[in-house]
């Protein structure tokens, strides 16, 4: 049998074809002869097609059709109108044959007398021809390709991609609603519409659908409520206050077509939107009427329909024979003239306007509704209640107008109300999938996953059903339910155990995993029994065989007049006519499916019916397939009579059956081990076809002992299942002997054992079509979904294990001796053990792990089919990746069943060591696995009392260490272990750090030393890694300790700071490092860096703060565990603190805002912190009182000098004490009236003093009362200006005497700014230790702005990294050098990241503080220009350390001597002498003023606009006079000479650019435009060196005008120039010049004063006085 041979697929041992007639002795099959292999066979009556590889199509046998009969019909000839098109399959009826192509297009051919063809006019058709599948309910009508066909004797069937199923030929057997015959257009059967049919065959007279269980995938339409042949409702509903009671007990017993003279007429049903459910009979008119609203526009349905004649069914009136009926989308009928409405067209336009108002309710109820899996797990003998059923009937019950409410309520929802509706537990409830769509994808993968983890996936336990089949009860369905209530409502209950997970429990995600939910449906003639209803009528409708529903169908077989079907456990059901013993069964009636007798262990995996007999091909103890025969024995004469009379002799029957020619059950016929590997049986007519392969390379034996290994062992299962886990699971003790913990662990493992039962089912199935088909590694599932079928063994695993673990088996014990008795030979034998006389225990524990050794076949197989390929190939490596994965899987099971026979052992010896029993309780855990422990004293504690009792045990997830009493676990997660190096003790020592505790274990030897090391280390690892890396096999045991840093979670509980808090984050060797959250208890939370187990670094805080019920908040820096650094505190009262922190208390630097504006006491402070007090000096703005206080405070009192002042101008500067102006100061209000003297309370004159008015007139005495009420006065009055000789009496009040001193401000910030640079202070520390601090602050701050890059710019990134070198430092400065350091300043000033940036930032904050609002009064001018002065000085001072060869203030820097040259520029000789320009001298003005002064120009220069109010008045008031005068009259009223005065000018404005115009006597705003133009520019400027700059430029423009007027050299004198200049400062018009006076003349370098730019200043100041005072006449 065995030929090598190089090709695998060589044309001459694949699909061999055998066929023979009957069964006898002397029966020997003859080979047909074929051009290649044959790939499928169907058999007529006296003919047969035969499918050859390469899509060609042969027939053979007796062809009346042809026009030329060939004379030799045996031999097979070619189709040939075929050829040019590729065949998939083919299909025989008794005297016809079809064949679908590739692209799902029909071809028939041979008798047509009944219209079996589809073609119209032919009796017969002698080539095929095409058929087209016209879907008219499409526009534009589209064909439907087609995947199969089935052939009967007057009838064919056709199976289309949509999975829908279509007819066309004669009788009954179509299941069309129609009367008239035949039918020669393929027409839809409707009855099936949107059911996902899997497979169709036809017997003479009688139709089979192997039909998927409906599933969520489907869509639903409402079933019917009336029985339509004895009209009882199908269902009673009680409807109780709170609940609907549900009954479906009635089952009719006719079943018979309907006849006119019953007169049951159907209506069109006023559901017709929602086509009607194929479970049972179509609605009667009586329902559907008497529910239904009146139609509109007075149609009136009559309640006499009875008198009516022609059949309406499913709402299609036909209106003639011939002519099919017409279906409109909405399901509106064409009528009939005896219609019973009165109209035709209202009848249409009625139903138009229904099926309209049904689309829109499914839109409101949110599209299709989701459907359920029909119920399962009753038993056969009952009518189980369809579920589609169950809901139509709370529908009919309350009339049609409820289709749409409970259309919106999900049906998936109300279905977990049912106990006996199998809801798949692991499907989301919308799921609705468009009908006919079968690519959808079903249930996603990860929905089925979750349906393994609930341990109540579906079916419940049989007598649960039995109970309540009669009663379902739903929530009353009147009222619309939220979806949200009843997805809340779904929730599944505890309450039964999945032992057959429905559909998509079990990856049926991708289609490629066959369905094993199925159901058949039969319809047509039933005389003999054949459509297995239980009686011998026909039927017209396709109707499910309710007593194969839960019996895991996977084909059907229909032969003439019996049907069989085959399901996944390898058994065969038969039923129908039993003349010839063909059933395979003497059992009677045979109008009920029943199993075909095989011999124990024999499984049938193939199955086909002839005329009077039946094939099976199935597999015994060797995986090589047998074949069996039952039915009529063939004898040489009976097959010459019976191929002269046509027809079937049924009288005849008879008379042979007593003749003993039949078989009484299947028998093997002899010759099948002849044949080779047989992968198809075909029966038809009388004949008996075989394909066969042969055994090329051992790749066909090795597919054959696969497919035989997964059937064997599904049938192991289901037999496990049924015999022994479901009578268990029934036992009425059983949740009492396992207790709560092991019931729940056993019900887990029973849902896993399903799920895994399921899979190996549905993986049969597979590997059973891949043999029938196409016998290919690639279709192969378990290489394409490996990961599927680990999952499932590894989770079952784990569940055996669990249960063991927690002693279940020894519990279960009690109550299976209750079940299996004293002798458990059926136990025994299920779970192979071999063990003399195994205790109960031992026999349960070998059963349930009996799926696990199934890998290892897997294995082997796998192997086997490796060896047929070459090493390179891609199916070599599929495979070998594949084979070591399973076995990888087998070894790591069993280590994990290891593990858990040595934890339950553990723990079943435990209370004997110690009496510690209730360890035992709190320790054992389903998935805790001991490791290892130190009874036997290898391990003992260091130091440990003489008498203590110390006992550790090592389990996969801690650490335990009892003593006597107690015990402590310490997890894995946060353990530490450390060999203690010998030599240092001479102990064999391990060190054990946790969190909280370090203690030292002694090991009684080397050996017991490293053993419990390395085993400590696996476990840990094991424990951080988790189970993904379980499969790491033992040969890792070498591998190095666990990392020291990791991620593990812990709860401190020891006394101290951290009792009871929880901490989640990163560790390093036992201590919190890293970044991490520890939550407190009491609500308190961080999160942030640790560092050696304290808070250190970056973090957020909060704390709840329980009398106001919200929480404070920090966020800033940590350090050892207390805040330090910068942070912000918000406190749950509203105030904000920003600033530095030391040891948790507010220290240095900060501000706190208190409260909104609109609460109670809005204020800022910003200033000086000494823990946690104001203390230093600080600001204070009252927002409420309109006061501002700058001065010092002393634990938050303000103490010592300071200055108010008011939002109404009131000044006060002196002491305070005790919060309070007490002692000596100087009171100023807002029109100058001025007091100096004592004071004792805020506001309030006590004492000695003297109080000045604005006139000069002054008081001196003693003073008593508040300021602005009236003041008590003892004392003398002076009028000074009576008398000259008083003049010297009047002095103003100096103010600014009793302030801070602007050195004394802000000390904080700079020391703040001193630290970050490393030093202790000012000054003091090391250069080169400051770079590298900055450095790092830089460094840091990015790298803490990349983890949210949104908080800046790319340019301020770039900045950042140019910031990062450091500039050279030392050495000696030169030019150059200067401007470098000058935009390393502007730089590192620009970024707050910076130590200078962030000094800046902070007290341009503090002074912006000071001087705005209500600190915007004038008479802080001058210790505004203070404060800024200090600045530079300070700031000055810190550059000079960074930069330590910077010459102090006022100090030269050379200049480079090439410059000397290019100073001499032609032109410049006229030119007043260069002073030297600034920037040689080296001054902190120069150096700093360009960074901070732009910053705080705002606030300074509102202060010098208030102080010089009155005199830029009088300045303003002349300009605007002055202005009014054209160009030439204010020249000369100024004075300027006449030779100086402009002739003309260019206008700009003028389209012809640069044109030269006369000046007039009315010209205006012309002379010297470009210098007034220039000088407007002074205020847009910041820095006094700015605005110099601008009043160089003026004059330059000035000389440059007069030189072209004059057009020669010319130097100015002061008398020429001061005119000239005055009226360029008059049309400048610069609303505030005096201010810009001041600012430049405070401000200014003192290096310039007495160069050039200072000769230019002093006219402009000169200008500025001379308008003020000038006389305009």
Request: aromatic share 8%; charged share 20%.
């Amino acid at each position: 049998m065995e030929r090598k041979s190089s090709r695998d697929d060589g044309g001459g041992e694949r699909g061999l074809l055998h066929t023979w007639r009957g069964y006898s002795y002397s029966v020997t099959p003859e080979r047909l002869l074929l051009p290649g292999p044959v790939l499928q066979v169907a058999l007529g009556t006296r003919h047969g097609v035969l499918l050859v590889e390469g899509g060609q199509v042969y027939s053979f046998g007796e062809l009346p059709w042809k026009q030329s009969q060939v004379p030799e019909p045996a031999k097979p000839t070619l189709e040939s109108a075929l050829s040019g098109q590729r065949v998939v399959a083919v299909a025989a009826g008794s005297f016809h044959s079809g064949a679908v192509t590739e692209d799902g297009g029909v071809h028939m051919w041979g008798d047509n007398a009944s219209g079996q063809c589809g073609l119209s006019g032919l009796s017969t058709v002698p080539n095929p021809t095409p058929v087209a599948l016209v879907d008219a309910d499409t526009t534009p009508p589209q064909t439907v390709p087609v995947l199969e066909l089935a052939c009967g004797e007057q009838h064919t069937l056709a199976l289309t991609a949509q999975r829908e199923v279509w007819a066309w030929g004669s009788g009954s057997q179509l299941g069309l609603n129609v009367s008239v015959f035949p039918v020669w257009k393929p027409q839809k059967v409707e009855h099936l519409a949107g059911r996902y049919v899997l497979q169709v065959a036809c017997g003479a007279s009688h139709s089979l659908a192997l039909v998927r269980c409906l599933g969520p995938q489907d869509i639903h339409r409402p079933p019917v409520d009336k029985c339509r042949q004895c009209n009882q409702l199908l269902y009673t509903m009680t409807d109780k206050e709170d609940h609907v009671i549900i009954s479906d007990g009635h089952y009719c017993p006719l079943g018979v077509e309907l006849t006119e003279d019953e007169g049951q007429l159907e209506a069109p049903s006023l559901t017709q939107g929602l086509k009607m459910s194929p479970s049972e009979p179509v609605l009667s008119s009586h329902t559907s009427t008497s529910n239904s609203p009146a139609p509109s526009k007075g149609a009136d349905p009559t309640q006499d329909s009875e008198k009516e004649e022609s059949a309406l069914a499913n709402g299609a009136l036909t209106t003639s024979d011939s002519a099919p009926p017409a279906h409109s989308t909405g399901g509106a009928a064409s009528g009939v003239k005896s219609s019973p409405y009165p109209d035709e067209q209202a009848v249409k336009d009625y139903l138009k306007k229904l099926s309209e108002a049904e689309q829109m309710a499914k839109a409101a109820a949110g599209g299709p509704l989701t459907l359920l899996p029909s119920t399962e797990g009753l038993t056969s003998s009952t009518p189980s209640s369809t579920l589609n059923s169950l809901v139509a009937s709370c529908a009919s019950a309350v009339g049609e107008r409820v289709a749409s409410t409970y259309e919106a309520l999900s049906l998936k929802k109300m279905m977990n109300y049912l106990p006996s509706g199998v809801a798949r537990a692991g499907v989301p409830a919308g799921l609705a999938v468009v009908v006919g769509d079968n690519t959808t994808e079903r249930v996603r993968l990860e929905d089925s996953m979750q349906a393994k983890k609930s341990s109540s996936t579906g079916d419940i336990r049989e007598e649960e059903a039995e109970g309540l089949r009669r009663r379902l009860s739903l929530p009353g369905l009147l009222s619309q339910v939220s979806p949200r209530l009843l997805r809340k409502a779904c929730r599944p209950r505890m309450r039964a155990v999945a032992l057959t997970p429905l559909g998509g429990a079990v990856p049926e995600a991708q289609e490629v995993f066959p369905t094993l939910q199925t159901e058949v449906w039969s319809w047509g003639n039933g005389e003999h029994g054949q459509l297995g209803h239980g009686d011998s009528l026909a039927r017209l409708q396709p109707l499910c065989i309710k007593s194969l529903n839960s019996k895991e169908v996977v084909r059907v077989a229909a032969g003439a007049h019996h049907s069989l079907a085959l399901t996944a456990q390898s058994q065969v059901f038969s039923w129908g006519s039993n003349s010839f013993g063909q059933l395979g069964h003497m059992e009677s009636p045979s109008t009920v499916p029943r199993l075909a007798k095989l011999s124990e262990g024999i499984r049938a995996w193939d199955i086909s019916a002839g005329e009077k007999h039946t094939l099976l091909l199935a597999d015994g103890d060797c995986f090589r397939p047998i074949i069996y025969y039952s039915g009529q024995q063939v004898k040489e004469e009976a097959e010459e009579s019976n191929a002269k009379e046509p027809g079937q002799q049924e009288e005849g029957e008879e008379e042979e059956q007593q003749a003993g020619s039949y078989t009484q059950q299947p028998v093997l016929l002899p010759f099948c081990m002849d044949l080779g590997y047989v992968s198809n049986v075909f029966a038809g007519g009388q004949r008996c076809v075989a394909l066969s392969d042969m055994n090329v390379m051992g790749f066909i034996a090795s597919l054959h002992e696969l497919a035989s290994a997964e059937r064997k062992f599904y049938c192991k299962l289901c037999n496990i299942k049924t015999q022994i886990v479901r009578p268990l699971l029934e036992m009425e003790s059983l949740s009492s002997a396992l207790g709560q913990v092991s019931t729940a662990l056993l019900h887990t493992l029973v849902g896993r054992f399903s799920l895994l039962c399921h899979l190996t089912g549905q993986h049969a199935a597979s590997l059973t079509a891949n043999l029938r088909r196409v016998r290919d590694v690639n279709s192969l599932l378990v290489l394409d979904h490996a990961s599927i079928f680990l999952d499932c063994y590894n989770e079952y695993c784990s569940a055996v294990g669990n249960f063991q673990v927690m002693g279940g088996f020894q519990a279960l014990t009690k109550p299976s001796l209750d079940f299996f008795g004293k002798s458990p030979e059926l136990l025994k034998k299920l779970s192979e053990c071999s063990e003399e006389n195994p205790t109960m225990a031992d026999l349960l524990v070998a059963l349930f792990y009996l799926p696990t050794r199934h890998l290892h076949e897997y294995g082997r197989l796998l192997l086997k089919l490796i060896t047929c390929f070459e090493v390179c190939s891609n199916d070599y490596q599929r495979l070998q990746d594949c084979c070591s994965m399973f076995e990888a899987l087998a070894v790591q099971l069993k280590r994990k069943r290891k593990d858990a026979d040595y934890t339950f052992h553990f723990w079943k010896s435990f209370p004997g060591k110690m009496t510690v029993i209730s360890l035992s309780d709190s320790l054992r855990k389903p998935h805790r696995r001991l490791i290892c422990e130190s009874s036997n004293k290898a391990l003992t504690l260091q130091n440990a009392g003489r008498f203590s009792v110390n006992w550790f045990i090592v389990f996969n997830d801690a650490l335990v260490h009892a003593q006597f009493s107690t015990h402590h676990v310490f997890p894995l997660a946060t353990l530490w272990v450390e060999p203690i190096p010998e030599e240092s003790s001479c102990l064999h020592g391990l060190k054990m750090i946790t969190p909280e505790e370090t203690f030292t274990l002694l090991a009684s030897s080397p050996m017991e030393k490293t053993k419990w090391l390395r085993s400590i280390n696996q476990a840990v690892d094991q424990a951080l890694s988790g189970a993904a890396q379980e499969n790491t096999s033992v040969s890792s045991s070498q591998k190095l300790e666990p990392p020291i840093s990791r991620t593990a979670s812990y709860t401190f509980y020891k006394d101290g700071r951290l009792k009871e808090a929880t901490y989640e984050g990163r560790w390093l060797n036992g201590k919190p490092n890293g970044r991490g959250v520890l939550k407190w208890t009491d609500g308190r939370i961080y999160t942030g860096a640790f560092k050696n187990g304290l808070e250190d670094g970056y973090g957020e805080f909060v704390a709840p703060n329980k009398t106001l019920n919200k929480n404070d908040h920090y966020q800033g820096y940590w350090k050892d565990g207390k805040m330090h650094g910068l942070g912000t505190y918000r406190y749950a009262s509203g105030e904000v603190y920003d600033g530095s922190f030391q040891d948790s208390m507010r220290h240095g630097h900060g501000m706190l805002r208190s409260g909104k504006l609109n609460t109670s006491s809005p204020s800022v402070f910003i200033g000086q912190w000494l823990q946690d007090k104001k203390t230093g000096y600080g600001v204070f703005d009252d927002i409420t009182k309109g006061e501002k206080y700058m001065g010092m405070w002393q634990d938050h009192q303000r103490q010592g000098t300071g200055v108010v002042v008011t939002q109404f101008g009131l000044y006060y500067e002196g002491a305070f004490k005790d919060n309070k102006m007490m002692g000596t100061g100087i009171l100023l209000s807002e029109d100058d009236t001025t007091y100096e003297g004592e004071f004792s309370d805020d506001w309030t004159l006590n004492g000695k003093g003297t109080l000045t008015m604005a006139n000069g007139d002054f008081l001196e005495g003693s003073f008593n009362g508040e300021w602005g009420s009236g003041l008590k006065v003892t004392g003398s009055y002076f009028k000074p200006h009576l008398f000259d000789t008083d003049k010297d009496k009047t002095c103003a009040v100096k103010l600014g005497r009793m302030c801070v001193c602007a050195e004394d401000k802000w000390q904080a910030v700079f020391e703040e700014c001193w630290t970050q640079l490393g030093c202790e202070a000012a000054g003091q520390g090391e250069n080169w230790k400051a770079w590298e601090n900055i450095a790092v602050a830089l460094t840091t701050s990015r790298q803490h702005i990349q983890d949210s890059p949104e908080m800046l710019s790319q340019s301020h990134s770039r900045t950042l990294e140019s910031l990062e070198v450091i500039p050279q430092h030392t050495g000696p400065i030169t030019m150059e050098r200067y401007h470098t350091i000058r935009l390393y300043l502007l730089k590192a000033c620009d970024t707050p990241l910076h130590p200078l940036g962030r000094l800046v930032e902070t007290l341009v904050a503090v002074y912006r503080m000071t001087y705005v609002g209500v600190g915007a009064n004038r008479r802080l001018l001058p210790q505004a220009v203070n404060e800024i002065q200090s600045y530079l000085n300070r700031i000055f001072q810190i550059v000079r350390f960074l930069f330590s060869d910077l010459p102090e203030e006022g100090g030269l820097i050379p200049e480079p001597s090439t410059n000397l040259q290019d100073k001499k520029e032609p032109g410049s000789t006229d030119a007043p002498l260069e002073s030297p320009k600034p920037g040689r001298v080296v001054s902190s003005s120069a150096l700093l003023l360009p960074v901070l002064l732009p910053r705080l120009y705002p606030p300074l220069f509102t202060l010098y606009a208030l102080d010089k109010e009155r005199e830029d008045d009088v300045y303003w008031d002349c300009v605007l006079r002055l202005n009014k005068q054209p160009d030439l009259a204010l020249l000369a009223f100024l004075g300027v000479q006449q030779k100086f005065w402009p002739v003309s000018f260019s206008v700009v404005s003028m389209p012809a650019l640069g044109e030269i115009q006369q000046v007039l006597s009315s010209t205006k705003d012309a002379c010297f435009a470009s210098a007034v133009e220039t000088l407007q520019q002074i205020s847009t400027t910041f820095t006094p060196s700015d605005k110099l700059q601008v009043i160089q430029l003026t004059f330059e423009e000035i000389t440059q005008e007069v030189q072209s007027l004059l057009k020669q050299d010319f130097l100015w004198s002061m008398d020429d120039l001061f005119p000239v200049f005055l009226y360029v400062v008059l049309r400048a018009r610069i609303r505030n010049l005096g201010s810009e006076v001041s600012l430049i003349e405070d401000l200014m370098d003192p290096c310039v004063q007495h160069g050039e730019h200072g000769i230019m200043f002093t006219t402009l100041k000169a200008c500025y006085y001379q308008i003020q005072h000038e006389k305009i006449t």
